[in-house]
Nanobody, 125 residues
């Protein structure tokens, strides 16, 4: 299984970006798909995840109301729409996937077996 993240870039505060994560090698319809981020000098932080096909989405508090995670199983792609971006959203964003993850572990980065390479999001003030 390979995950390819894309869509990062430089944006001004208040702007928007959409990240994409394309999976290959396995259908994602039964996978939990997540996004994490790592800001300079900080540990990985859970951002959002969507449970298996038809399941609910979960967000860290700091992005609720601004970010939306969605999935397109036919395209084997998960998206993270990021609106009203803030300088504190600056980080490398990673997508992750797991086919056996349980709901209680959805925010735990160690619970995900597959990771993309990361895409840099820089928000200027």
């Amino acid at each position: 299984v390979q995950l390819q993240a894309s869509g990062g870039g430089l944006v001004q505060a208040g702007g928007s970006l959409r990240l994409s994560c394309a999976a290959s090698g396995r259908t994602i319809s039964n996978a939990v798909m997540g996004w994490f981020r790592q800001a300079p000098g900080k540990d990985h932080e859970f951002v959002a995840a969507v449970f298996r096909s038809g399941g609910s989405a979960y967000y860290t508090d700091s992005v609720k109301g601004r970010f939306t995670i969605s999935r397109d199983n036919a395209r084997a792609t998960v998206y993270l729409q990021m609106n009203s971006l803030k300088p504190e959203d600056t980080a490398v964003y990673y997508c992750a996937a797991d086919w056996g993850l349980i709901l209680s572990s959805i925010r735990n980065r160690d619970a995900y077996d597959y990771w993309g390479q990361g895409t840099l999001v820089t928000v200027s003030s």
